[in-house]
């Protein structure tokens, strides 16, 4: 195995955490997954590093192909794991005196094990951000958040605006552009 130098290197690290963060943004995927992922994804690639030809394209570009088979391998491999580990919420002990055989019910009470696995960080994180995002409003866009949050539904909050819809749409698009200033990919 020839060295590694800090050049592929740096690409390893940076094609894996995007790899990740692209992962965890689509998917939804918990801290402890993606710190996994990212961490099967550099091993791969510091693996490879001997497949790697400088003459024959950059290591960015390398690290970045590379990264993207192994992401959706690994990808694979945890939705195949997440489908097969379920466990059922008030299942009874086979030897429990009130055991009823459940095997021809149709498995209401079985929920997916990931189903209530949360990233409360990034939910505070979010919050603060919303905060934040307000705090910056003018007044029409207070009133729009304000209607839109009532209504919950663009349709009935654009009855309600009393405006047009052409006008009600395009404040609904500024104040989209304004959430995005604030890490809100789809705002509204």
């Given at each position: 195995?020839?060295?590694?130098?800090?050049?592929?290197?740096?690409?390893?690290?940076?094609?894996?955490?995007?790899?990740?963060?692209?992962?965890?943004?689509?998917?939804?995927?918990?801290?402890?997954?993606?710190?996994?992922?990212?961490?099967?994804?550099?091993?791969?690639?510091?693996?490879r590093?001997?497949?790697?030809?400088?003459?024959?394209?950059?290591?960015?570009?390398?690290?970045?192909?590379?990264?993207?088979?192994?992401?959706?391998?690994?990808?694979?491999?945890?939705?195949?794991?997440?489908?097969?580990?379920?466990?059922?919420?008030?299942?009874?002990?086979?030897?429990?005196?009130?055991?009823?055989?459940?095997?021809?019910?149709?498995?209401?009470?079985?929920?997916?094990?990931?189903?209530?696995?949360?990233?409360?960080?990034?939910?505070?994180?979010?919050?603060?951000?919303?905060?934040t995002?307000?705090?910056?409003?003018?007044?029409?866009?207070?009133?729009?958040f304000?209607?839109?949050?009532?209504?919950?539904?663009?349709?009935?909050?654009?009855?309600?605006?009393?405006?047009?819809?052409?006008?009600?749409?395009?404040?609904?698009?500024?104040?989209?552009?304004?959430?995005?200033?604030?890490?809100?990919?789809?705002?509204?």
């Amino acid at each position: 195995m020839k060295p590694i130098n800090e050049e592929y290197f740096d690409a390893v690290k940076n094609a894996a955490a995007t790899r990740t963060y692209r992962m965890a943004a689509r998917f939804g995927l918990p801290i402890a997954d993606r710190e996994d992922i990212q961490q099967e994804l550099m091993l791969d690639m510091l693996e490879r590093a001997d497949q790697f030809d400088p003459a024959k394209g950059s290591a960015g570009t390398f690290t970045g192909v590379v990264s993207e088979h192994r992401a959706t391998e690994l990808l694979d491999r945890l939705i195949k794991d997440r489908k097969r580990l379920s466990f059922g919420q008030g299942v009874q002990a086979a030897n429990d005196p009130e055991y009823q055989d459940r095997s021809d019910e149709d498995g209401d009470s079985i929920a997916p094990m990931w189903a209530d696995d949360r990233d409360l960080f990034a939910d505070s994180m979010a919050l603060r951000d919303l905060q934040t995002a307000l705090a910056c409003m003018n007044d029409d866009q207070l009133a729009l958040f304000s209607l839109l949050e009532d209504h919950q539904n663009l349709a009935t909050a654009c009855k309600a605006a009393g405006v047009s819809s052409a006008t009600f749409y395009r404040r609904v698009h500024d104040l989209q552009m304004h959430l995005r200033m604030f890490g809100f990919r789809s705002a509204a």
